[in-house]
C-alpha cells in the first residue's frame, strides 16, 4: 500500500492528495486548476492535504523542469504597517534589486503575513518563481523552511523553524550584542539593562544571548531585561517596565534601533540624562540611529550588501552551483553620542 507520510520518501502524488482529503482524483485537479465548481469546504480539504504532504502540481513540475521564468520571489512574512516603517526592509531590498539587476532576473516582492499561507505556497511552488528569498522569518512560519525542500531558497537571518538544512546569510547577532555591551563595561558600566528583539525570531534570540553572556562574563547581573517587537512602541513599553521594576541601572542595550529611539523617549519623559546618567547602544546604523537624541553608538549591520549576497547566493543556486550553507556578513561598531 502506498504510504501518505510526508516523510515516506516517496514524491506525492495526485492519488494521494485525493486520498488524504477524502475525494476524488478529478476533484484535486480542479482544485489545483482553480475551477470555480468546487465548494469552499473541500477546496479547504484539499488544499489542506497539499500542505500536509508538500505535494507540487504535475502542471507546475513540467514548467520547472521546461523552462526558467527569469523571476525570483522576496517573501517577507510581516504585515504592511511594519514593512513599510523598516528601514531595514527597504536596505535588504535595494541590496537584492541592485544585484539582481545585472542578471536576467526580475524581482517578485511578496508580503506574506497578510496573505493566506497556502496561497503564498501555492505561488511560490506553481511554476512562478525560479527561487525564493526570505527575510523576517519568525518560529510559526514552518511552510518556508519545507519550501525550501521543492524550490530554491535563501534565508535573510537564520530560520527558527526546523525542516532541513537551509542556506542563510546573516550577521553573527551574539556577537554584535556582545559588542555593543562589552563597549558600556568597557566604560565603567556597573549594571546594564537590556530591551530584547521578538523572542520567536533567531535575531531576538540571539542578541538576548549576546548580552545575557557578556554581562555574564563580567559578573554583572543578567535578569534585568524585557522583550519587545523592533518597533519604536515596542521599545517605549519595554523601557517602562524595566524602569517599574525600581532596579537602577546606568547602561542599556537595545537590540535595534528603533527599540532604543522609543527608549530614549521614555528616559526623556522621567528627567534621565543619557548618556550622563545612563549609557545606550544598539543595532542597526538607520535612520532611527543617527538622527536619535542623542544619535546611538551602534553595531552596524550591512544590510545592503546582505540583499545583495541574499541574491547572489540564490542565483548560484540556481544555476546548480555548490554553495555554502552559511554566509555570514560582517559587523562594526559605531560610536556617537549616547554613551
Known amino acids: 500500500m502506498t504510504s501518505l507520510s510526508p516523510g515516506s520518501g516517496t514524491a506525492p ?17 480542479r482544485v ?20 500536509t504532504l508538500g505535494y507540487v502540481p504535475n502542471r507546475a513540475a513540467r514548467i520547472l523542469a521546461s523552462r526558467k521564468t527569469d523571476s525570483i520571489a522576496l517573501v517577507i512574512p510581516e504585515n504592511t504597517a511594519k514593512f513599510f516603517a523598516d528601514p531595514y526592509f527597504a536596505s535588504v531590498i535595494q541590496g537584492v534589486a541592485t544585484y539582481l539587476s545585472k542578471t536576467e532576473y526580475t524581482l517578485t516582492l511578496l508580503i506574506a503575513s497578510e496573505t493566506d499561507p497556502l ?31 521543492t524550490i530554491p531558497m535563501v534565508f535573510g537571518g537564520r530560520p527558527m523553524s526546523k525542516g532541513g538544512p537551509s542556506h542563510v546569510v546573516d550577521v553573527d547577532n551574539v556577537a554584535a550584542a556582545a559588542t555593543a555591551v562589552q563597549y558600556l563595561i568597557d566604560r565603567g558600566k556597573k549594571s546594564i539593562a537590556t530591551i530584547a528583539g521578538p523572542q520567536d525570531m ?10 545575557r553572556r557578556t554581562v555574564t562574563a563580567a559578573g554583572l547581573r543578567a535578569d534585568l531585561f524585557e522583550a519587545a517587537d523592533f518597533t519604536p512602541a515596542g521599545g517605549a513599553v519595554a523601557m517602562q517596565r524595566i524602569l517599574d521594576t525600581k532596579v537602577p541601572f ?5 537590540a535595534s534601533a528603533q527599540m532604543a529611539s522609543g ?8 528627567g534621565i540624562d543619557v548618556p550622563g546618567q545612563i549609557g545606550v547602544t544598539t543595532i542597526d546604523n538607520d535612520y532611527y540611529a543617527k538622527n536619535a537624541n542623542p544619535p ?44
Open 13 to 29: 502524488t495526485l492519488e494521494m492528495v485525493a486520498a488524504l482529503a477524502g475525494v476524488s482524483r478529478s476533484t484535486v485537479s
Open 32 to 51: 489545483v486548476n482553480s475551477s470555480p465548481k468546487v465548494t469552499p469546504e473541500v477546496i479547504e480539504a484539499v488544499n489542506s492535504a497539499i500542505s
Open 119 to 149: 496561497k503564498t505556497r501555492k505561488y511560490l511552488t506553481g511554476g512562478n518563481v525560479d527561487g525564493a528569498l526570505v527575510l523576517s522569518h519568525h518560529s510559526d512560519d514552518h511552510s518556508y523552511v519545507e519550501l525550501g525542500k
Open 202 to 211: 533567531a535575531a531576538g534570540l540571539d542578541r538576548l544571548e549576546g548580552w
Open 250 to 254: 546606568d547602561g542599556l542595550f537595545a
Open 263 to 270: 527608549a530614549l523617549g521614555v528616559l526623556r519623559e522621567y
Open 296 to 339: 546611538l553608538t551602534t553595531v552596524d549591520q550591512p544590510s545592503v550588501q546582505q540583499g545583495a549576497k541574499m541574491a547572489e547566493v540564490l542565483v548560484r543556486i540556481i544555476a546548480g552551483e555548490d554553495v555554502e550553507m552559511l554566509t555570514i556578513m560582517p559587523t562594526h561598531l559605531i560610536e556617537r553620542a549616547s554613551v
